[in-house]
């Protein structure tokens, strides 16, 4: 799979952040999906998509698209759960790809909110499970692929252990009613520049 990033442009390898303004421009959408869907049709990847796309990007991307993005990946996890985009992309076939189903404890950005959830922790011990699993099979169970982190070895082993249970249903009510914060700015990771508060308010 071979995605495109985000829908922005660098035009030189980034030395220090906050991201100088001048080296930030906007994507040409039609000119790099164009060489995208020719890496698909000369059998370089077996699928093309995107990445921090927006609903608004999308619709752009679409109009002109001959092959359509196969994926969407994004931030999500139940406290940043994409509802009106995961509805876009589900109504127009794009399949949506979770990074940072667990947040982040990444010392340039994210925080430990997930995993430190008093409900997600609550619905794990009534489980048996942990909050991690819990929080990965809820993004499962929207249909959503899911991209984990991990370099601990018990830890990845957890992570694959999601699908021989699921969440009740008054389980998915308290986790849908979360307070929603994303954990990814790019305004905090790149600066505060217009293009990148305007992707913010986007995704």
């Not at 092959?67 to 931030?75: L, R």
């Not at 997930?114 to 099979?137: F, P």
Request: glycine share 6%; aromatic share 8%; hydrophobic share 35%.
């Amino acid at each position: 799979m071979y995605l495109i990033h985000m829908p922005l442009r660098i035009s030189e390898t980034i030395q220090t952040l906050p991201v100088p303004k001048e080296i930030i421009h906007p994507l040409d959408i039609k000119g790099v999906w164009e060489g995208m869907e020719e890496c698909k049709s000369l059998g370089l990847t077996k699928g093309i998509g995107v990445s921090n796309f927006s609903c608004k990007k999308l619709e752009e991307l679409l109009s002109i698209a001959k092959i359509p993005p196969a994926i969407n990946q994004v931030e999500m996890n139940p406290t940043w759960q994409q509802k009106q985009l995961r509805e876009f992309c589900k109504a127009k076939g794009i399949q949506i790809t979770a990074y940072s189903p667990l947040g982040s404890n990444n010392t340039v950005w994210g925080d430990n909110r997930v995993v430190e959830c008093d409900v997600l922790t609550e619905i794990a011990k009534s489980k048996g499970k942990t909050t991690a699993q819990v929080a990965l099979r809820w993004v499962y169970e929207q249909g959503v692929s899911l991209v984990t982190k991990s370099f601990n070895k018990e830890r990845m082993k957890e992570n694959l252990q999601i699908f021989d249970w699921s969440l009740s249903r008054e389980e998915l009510k308290k986790i849908s009613e979360l307070p929603q914060r994303r954990g990814f700015s790019m305004a905090s990771l790149y600066g505060p520049h217009d293009i990148f508060l305007q992707l913010d308010a986007e995704i």
